[in-house]
Each structure stands twice: as C-alpha cells, then as structure tokens.
C-alpha cells in the first residue's frame, strides 16, 4: 500500500517511521512550519524524504493548486495519514486517495472537536481523554467516520506532557492499525454521530492563559497548572514584582480552621521543599516545582515566609 503524508510534529515523523518499519510505502511528505513546542521541524522532514526517496513539498496551506499538482505528481496514492498539519485540507485534496485521508485527533470525538483538546481535557477533569483517527471530510474540522479509538485514564494527576508521551507511542500504533482495518473490505467504520449537543468545539490556548487565580478552587487550579505544564510554558502567578511559573501541584487539605486572602502562603515545608497557598472555598493547593528569572526549584528555595501572598 502507497502511503501520502500530510503533517507536522513529532507525532507525525514516528508515525513515518512506524509504517515504514510494517514494510508500507511512503509516496510524499507534505508538511509547514513547526509550531514553537515542536521538538522536529519542517528541515527534519525534508530529511527524511530524502533517506526515503521520496517527493518532499513545504506548504502552508492548500489555498492554491501547488499542493494538488504535487500529488497529482506523485502517482497512485491509495491513504494519506495527517497529523497536526497548519491548515484545513479541502475536498479537492481529500478525494485524491481511494481510500480518503485519516487524521489523528486527540479528544473522544464527537466531543472535544478542535484546538487544545487534551489540555481543555485536563482542565475539565475528564476521567479520560480519548484519541481517535478518523477519515477526514474536505473543509471540515474533525468530522469524519472513526476507524479507531483509544483512551488515557485521568487520576487527576495527568499532566499534558504525560498525555503527548503517550500519543507520541499510541498515535503510530492507530495508524498501522486503522491502515491493516481498512484492507479489510468487510470493515465497518464508526459512523460520527452529528449531534450538535454531543461535540463540544475547543479553541487555541494561549500563554496568557496559564495565569492562576486563586479565587478558584484548589482543584480547579491543579488542573490548570497540570494543563499548562511542560512542553507548554507553564501556569504562573506573581511573587510581588516576579513571575513565578508553577510545574508541580496537588490538592492537598489544612486541619485546622484559618482564615486568608486567597494566594495567601499558609505553609512553608522545610523537609519536602513545598509550600502551601490558600484558594476559594477553604481548599488548598501545595506546590513542589516552581521557576523563578530562569532558576527552578523547590518553592522553599524563594518562599521562606507565610507572610508571601501570590497574585
């Protein structure tokens, strides 16, 4: 079978390598720029192209007939496989392969349709975060039958860092699999239900989003900081006049009654390096990892007083 791609991302250059060590052909590379947190940019694909022999082509979008002509070029392609390409892949492009484009989406489709999806996961607490690889529709976002699905179970701990770890292993292993499915003439796909009221449209995070309010729950803020996490830029509050950027949180509880101005530093504890911080509701977050100019460390290691409140 003659395998097209079109993508970006890490995610995207194992998968290349996963089908090509189940012996599957590799007709072109189309890829664009790499996203700030991209550990494999546009240059490595080009790369790998040529180890493979095969058709490179750099494009930001299928807004002209560039991209078209290109596989048009190429021959026969019976799949293409995307993963995180920069833009949206119209029907003139998904029509050319017999048996359609299949993209990898992180989130339990019909829901968490979108941008952001395992971070708005985390954020919402699901007990799950899902990924599917689906057969795209031309010009449209997400839609598709499903060809095959699978599940990270959430503790609550679940930082996004863990969840691309795991999608840098899972995401070729669908591939292969929704790849050997579809040979199968006696296959039948998961048709997405188009109910409006089961999919839930997610948009783009930002740094700036990452900002914690302590007038939320302590839960609520555990999951933010979780989401934010590494390779992203991290939650973050301020310690007076410095940003203080948190990697590291759990919900943890105070025994005795007090009161306090959420942010308020309740806790200071030498033996583990952590502090303690007053949310909304009487609920408490600690924090174990932090960075400050750069340096990070143990809170304790810049927080030495209960009298320190963060903003």
């Known amino acids: 079978m003659k395998i ?39 240059a490595d694909f080009e790369v790998m192209a040529e180890s493979l022999n095969c058709p490179f082509l750099y494009l930001p979008s299928f807004k002209n007939k560039i991209g078209k002509n290109f596989i048009d070029g190429c021959g026969k392609v019976d799949i293409c496989l995307s993963v995180n390409y920069s833009g949206v892949i119209p029907s003139e492009i998904t029509d050319l392969f017999p048996l359609g484009i299949l993209n990898a989406h992180l989130g339990d489709l019909p829901r968490y349709r979108g941008n952001a999806t395992g971070a708005w996961a985390i954020i ?40 691309y770890d795991w999608m840098d292993i899972e995401i070729p292993s669908q591939f292969v699999k929704a790849i050997n499915l579809l040979q199968d003439s006696s296959y039948v796909l998961e048709v997405q239900d188009k109910d409006p009221e089961l999919a839930l449209r997610t948009f783009p995070r930002q740094p700036i989003d990452g900002k914690i309010n302590f007038e939320a729950s302590a839960l609520t803020i555990h999951r933010l900081i979780n989401a934010s996490s590494e390779p992203f830029s991290g ?7 410095k940003k203080i950027i948190i990697w590291r949180s759990s919900v943890s509880s105070i025994e005795s009654k007090i009161q306090y ?37 143990k809170p304790t290691r810049f927080i030495k007083s209960i009298r320190s409140r963060l903003s």
């Open 4 to 42: 097209g791609i079109i993508g970006r991302s890490s995610l995207m250059m194992n998968t290349i390598k996963k089908v090509v060590s189940k012996g599957f052909e590799i007709s072109f590379i189309i890829t664009s720029k790499e996203a700030p947190e991209y550990s494999v940019s546009s």
């Open 124 to 163: 919402n607490g699901e007990e799950k975060v899902g990924l599917c690889i689906h057969k795209m529709v031309g010009g449209e976002l997400d839609s598709g039958d499903i060809v095959c699905k699978s599940f990270h179970d959430n503790d609550g701990d679940l930082r996004i860092g863990q969840l």
């Open 235 to 241: 939650a973050f509050a301020f310690l007076k006049d």
């Open 261 to 297: 101005i959420p942010g308020q530093v309740v806790e200071c504890n030498e033996l583990t390096g952590s502090i303690t911080v007053g949310c909304a509701g009487n609920t408490f977050v600690s924090l174990y990892d932090v960075e400050i100019d750069g340096i990070r460390d």
